[in-house]
């Protein structure tokens, strides 16, 4: 989370913390990493390839690698090495500042969506394992591959389970299928369906 100069000043501050026996900040450590190990553990092998989990941790991190740099005698290094932890983790993100094409295609989704539907309505989403198309949609309800959508007694299981659309992403994140249910909206990035 702090890329890596600001995790080695992290992994400073824990030693010097526990060799200086500073409780607090050791007991702020200790404390919320047994938290955190719940969501890790929860989380299982999502967890391991979804960087935003480490998220919960990040203030904990961060206070651990300010200790390490507050134990710096010279101000002007510590102003260099906040600059410097600064910039590597801008840097290292920049790609964040941009949509890219793909996410590009499916933006309108939620617009899309709120013209016949309201927020709370469940919806199947044919993206596989990858969530991002459900953020996009403001929705709560499945991820799908398109097998699953195909498969009579899946669709009849979530639809008994209150889903009301179908959202076929067609080049990003999933491959186009025709359904049999009224079509609502089509475009070249997706299709929507009520069932």
């Known amino acids: 989370a702090l890329k890596f100069i600001g995790f080695g000043f992290f992994i400073a501050g824990l030693i010097i913390s526990?060799?200086?026996k500073n409780k607090k900040i050791v007991s702020i450590f200790v404390l919320s990493f047994l938290a955190f190990l719940i969501i890790v553990f929860k989380a299982g092998f999502t967890f391991s390839h979804h960087a935003y989990y480490v998220?919960?941790?990040v203030p904990v991190m961060a206070l651990v690698c300010g200790f390490g740099i507050?134990?710096?005698?010279?101000?002007?290094?510590?102003l260099l090495a906040l600059i410097v932890i600064s910039l590597e983790n801008v840097l290292n993100q920049q790609h964040d500042?941009?949509?890219k094409t793909k996410e590009i295609a499916?933006?309108?989704l939620e617009t899309t969506l709120d013209k016949f539907s309201v927020r709370n309505d469940l919806v199947v989403i044919n993206s596989g394992e990858v969530p991002t198309p459900m953020y996009f949609a403001h929705r709560k309800g499945w991820l799908?591959?398109?097998?699953?959508?195909?498969?009579?007694?899946y669709?009849?299981?979530?639809?008994?389970?209150?889903?009301?659309?179908?959202?076929?992403?067609?080049?990003y994140f999933g491959t186009n299928i025709d359904?049999?249910?009224?079509?609502?909206?089509?475009?070249e990035h997706y299709s929507v369906y009520k069932m």
């Open 55 to 57: 998220i919960p941790f």
């Open 18 to 20: 526990i060799i200086q």
């Open 70 to 78: 507050s134990k710096i005698p010279n101000p002007t290094i510590i």
């Open 106 to 108: 499916i933006a309108s």
């Open 179 to 187: 359904l049999p249910y009224e079509l609502m909206f089509s475009n």
């Open 97 to 99: 500042f941009r949509l």
């Open 155 to 171: 669709i009849h299981d979530i639809k008994e389970k209150g889903c009301k659309y179908v959202i076929i992403l067609k080049q």
């Open 144 to 153: 799908a591959s398109n097998q699953q959508i195909q498969d009579e007694i």
